[in-house]
């Protein structure tokens, strides 16, 4: 059997563009505020149908028509104080990496078949290659350039649906992958079009099967910590105006009621100290009298120069003690907490620039805290977004996760409820519950199924008293996430390289395809 002739577009350029743009605004629904998770696979469904059969050019376009009507939505909450040059900065940034990476995706529609013509390649081989792209795609956006901007992965879209337990075996990666290849062969069962076949469907129901089967892993009961946390709703925000130690005023005003209360541990949350303890005698003053009139640790959190060098640092506080355990943010926000290249973004725009001051160092200690022969996992603000600091928490130990956040420069939009959605993922994927604690909210306590066991509404102060169940037992993702990553990442790659190479030598006549008794060709000499 000859090479199979390239696909045909199964949509006109134009007719592909209008889809892409729809698909994009769709994607964002499944997302907080809105978060209507099916419409996850309706917006994927969305951008692969406007892929197939298309060219390299043709794959740019839609592809960053896509990635711009997905991310100047999805991040419109960067406008809320920075205005809209870091809005297009960014988002522009994310779509040109959407729209370079439609490419390999269209050429799998066009290589994989070409080689692979028969039922299998089409129905199996071909979704799963273009769920590996996709996932190879997020993946990369996540981590490059400098620490890269995990935000709006598929798989997060989950964190309240009935497929997030998935993300305890494979992560939020592998999430994304299955959600994808799913969605992919379902477009393929419906393109072949023989309904009467039902072996057609099997790809489709497999893949179905493991996104709804497949039960979250079971971690076990270890007790309870008796957790009080508290959202003063001071004036945190970057440009928000305000006195010395307004911040920590607030922080103790909304502290006030938990006063006598029984406790094992007191949570603030990121930025909820205005000045150094470290280095200011009067700030370490207040945290000692504040451990012993509530009788247990602080975990609070503040900036800190140590060694000639800034940290956003959490500090595990004991009275009599000061800080006997601190943990500094592995990844600042760029553009936010620290400003890479200085120099060269000051020459583009030096007025922007010159509003960060901070430049906050990245952390090399782990996330983790031991309270009292309790394992605390950390994370800080958008570390939570990070996998890696997420699964080293687990791996030192933690029975319970604190994340501790500072959305005052996004209030009232739906920043902190997309960030929160990561949280609620995190409880679900390590089987663990966590204390997501803000300074102007939302904060939740969430229970390891992903249920909300506490919270607090935005924009006001307040407090809760919680008793956090606490769980033992690794969950497979954080011993093969990193592999599962590698695999789905690289591995799809090189998989798309393997199958252009035989596709261009199937085009220059060295090699036939002969039939196998199940329709899947096999490569000759």
Known sequence: MTALAPPRPLLPLWAAVVVAAAGGGILDLAFPSVGWWPLAFVGVAASLLTLIGRSVGGALLVGFVFG???YLIHIVWITRYLGVIPWFALAGLETVFMSVGAIPIALAYRWVPRVLGGAAGRLLVLPVVVGGLWTA????????PYTGFPWGRIGMSQSESPLAHVASWIGVAGLTF??????????????????????????AAVMAALLVLVPAFPTQDAGILRVGSV???GPSGYFDERSRDAILNAQLAATAPLLGEDMD??????GGIDSDPLADAGTARTLDSLAARVDAPLIVNAATDRQGSTFNTSLLWEQGEGATQLHDKVNPVPMGEYVPDRWFFEALVPDLVGLIQREYTPGSNAPFFDVGGVGVGLAICFDVIYDDVIWEGAREGAEVYMFQTNNADFRDTDENLQQLAFA?????????SVVNISTVGTSQVIAPDGATLDSLDAGVAGH????????????PVVVVGPAVQMLLGWGSLLALAVFGLLARRLRRGDT???PTPGGAGVIEK
């Open 231 to 233: 959202q003063g709703n």
């Open 265 to 270: 541990l007191l949570l603030w949350p990121e």
């Open 464 to 475: 809760m008293l919680t008793d956090v169940p606490l769980r033992t037992g690794i969950t």
């Open 137 to 144: 795609r997020e993946l990369f956006m996540g981590s490059w």
């Open 424 to 432: 609620r993922m995190r409880a679900v994927e390590t089987g663990r």
């Open 178 to 203: 299955l959600m994808v290849a799913f969605t992919a062969a379902v477009i393929e069962w419906v393109r072949r079009g023989r309904f009467s076949q039902w072996s057609t469907a099997v790809p």
């Open 68 to 70: 711009a009507a997905f």
């Open 512 to 514: 036939t395809m002969t």
